[in-house]
């Protein structure tokens, strides 16, 4: 693109903060989220990015509502936004749900996608990425 220096970087590190349960704006944010990717390998540059899902993103990381406290009939709202989140983890993005916000929410570990780790806080996660050179992207 024109009026971007890509010029000595190598890698792209980057944290994106998930807090919306807003499907629409969930798919939206996730695809910006792709589309930054794919921009930086094609540029020659590695990024390094991780997503963290806590409050109501929380619901995205479920491979089910049932037994949540979000409403079940939801489910096909969720498909493309879960869709959007297998794509990233083969891509290579590290996607982290807050342990915190699973338990308020009635989430159990059994009921995670393949490939979603958890963390106490996520929170904490952010401060000490941000620690480490990470760029913070809230998505609310």
């Known amino acids: 693109m024109k009026g971007e220096d ?3 970087l190598a890698r792209a590190r980057a944290v994106w903060d998930f807090t919306t349960g807003d499907p629409r704006r969930f798919q939206d944010r996730l695809s910006l989220l792709l589309h930054a990717l794919k921009q930086f ?10 997503l963290l899902l806590h409050g109501p993103a929380t ?5 089910t509502l049932v037994g949540t ?4 009939m939801e489910e096909p709202a969720l498909a493309e936004g879960r869709a959007l989140i297998g794509d990233a ?5 590290r996607i982290v749900v807050c ?5 308020r929410c ?14 106490q806080n996520v929170f904490a996660n952010a401060i000490a990425l941000q620690n480490r050179g ?6 609310g």
């Open 6 to 8: 890509w010029t000595g």
């Open 41 to 50: 390998r094609h540029e020659g540059i590695e990024p390094d990015f991780v």
């Open 59 to 63: 619901k995205f990381a479920a491979r």
């Open 69 to 72: 406290k979000f409403d079940p």
């Open 89 to 93: 983890l083969r891509a290579g993005v």
């Open 99 to 103: 342990r915190i916000a699973m338990e």
């Open 106 to 119: 009635g989430i159990g570990e059994d009921n995670l996608w393949p490939g979603v780790e958890v963390q």
């Open 134 to 139: 990470y760029a913070y992207l809230p998505i």
